[in-house]
């Protein structure tokens, strides 16, 4: 859900009126002849547990930029996603740190990390502003026999791990990470725009891996390798407080498969 700015505990918001109710004559303090104000950033509330350090479990309710930086944390799939887990199929909804999944890379991995956000229909997309936002429903083997078992939505942000041989061929991996839109084809793969409020999540794992989701293998959370480089350290110290359960963003360690793009994706099929 996205909210105008807010401001914390013991901080003074200031009053910003518009020009036609200044008094006549008087400039605004502040701003350069003919600058108009802009408009105050949009924040989202996003919800987190995590593991703390002597295995007990956090959680906290934060306001932060509504950006994609943060966005892609806390929204590859929708509310009902079933996860394969050590104590057997768990709900995304009910999954909580400390529990154990399986992962397509065979092992059994430690969530250390889940969050959530909510998309509100009307706020998120044209109406809002914002670039629309669709979920991704894969229907049942829509991919190949039994990937997916049944109907999976998947959130805005999700990406499926791609076993091909063209990308052998054309990119030298094994195996890559792709987003789940490059695989809408209008007919078993869907682009949804939600008509209710629709809870998202995501997963961070001990070791980064492959979510294994109703028969999917869906990326678990990982900001990317070299993402300090690409923001300013004011924007970098809020987006690594959205994961109290490491120390900074180099606790995420090694991905564990290389990113395609939704156009590189689509160099394979030519």
């Not at 109710?21 to 408009?39: C, D, E, I, S, V």
């Not at 993402?227 to 606790?251: H, K, N, T």
Request: proline share 9%; charged share 20%; glycine share 10%.
């Amino acid at each position: 859900m996205s909210y105008s700015h807010r401001v914390g505990t013991g901080q003074v918001s200031p009053v910003l009126r518009p020009q036609s109710q200044m008094p006549a004559g008087q400039p605004r303090k502040g701003l350069p002849t003919g600058k108009t104000l802009r408009a105050m950033p949009l924040t989202r509330r996003y919800e987190a547990m995590w593991l703390g350090a002597e295995g007990e479990i956090l959680d906290s309710t934060r306001l932060a930029p509504a950006m994609p930086l943060f966005e892609e944390a806390f929204s590859a799939l929708a509310r009902g996603a079933v996860l394969a887990t050590t104590q057997g199929p768990v709900a995304v909804e009910d999954l909580v740190p400390g529990m154990q999944v399986m992962t397509a890379e065979g092992a059994e991995e430690i969530v250390t990390w889940v969050g959530s956000m909510v998309i509100y229909p009307g706020r998120d997309g044209a109406d809002g502003g914002a670039e629309p936002v669709t979920l991704t429903r894969v229907t049942a083997e829509a991919l190949g026999a039994g990937r997916p078992m049944q109907d999976v939505v998947l959130g805005p942000r999700a990406r499926l791990c791609l076993h091909d041989a063209r990308l052998r061929r054309v990119a030298g991996y094994d195996a890559a990470y792709v987003p789940a839109r490059a695989f809408v084809d209008g007919v078993s793969v869907i682009e949804v725009t939600p008509v209710a409020p629709v809870t998202v999540y995501h997963v961070v794992l001990q070791r980064h891996g492959s979510l294994k989701v109703a028969g999917l293998e869906v990326e678990a959370f990982h900001p990317g390798e070299g993402v300090e480089r690409m923001i300013d350290p004011r924007m970098l110290s809020l987006f690594a407080a959205q994961f109290p359960q490491m120390p900074d963003l180099s606790g995420f360690g090694p991905q564990a498969h290389p990113r395609l793009t939704r156009f590189e994706v689509e160099s394979l099929w030519d």
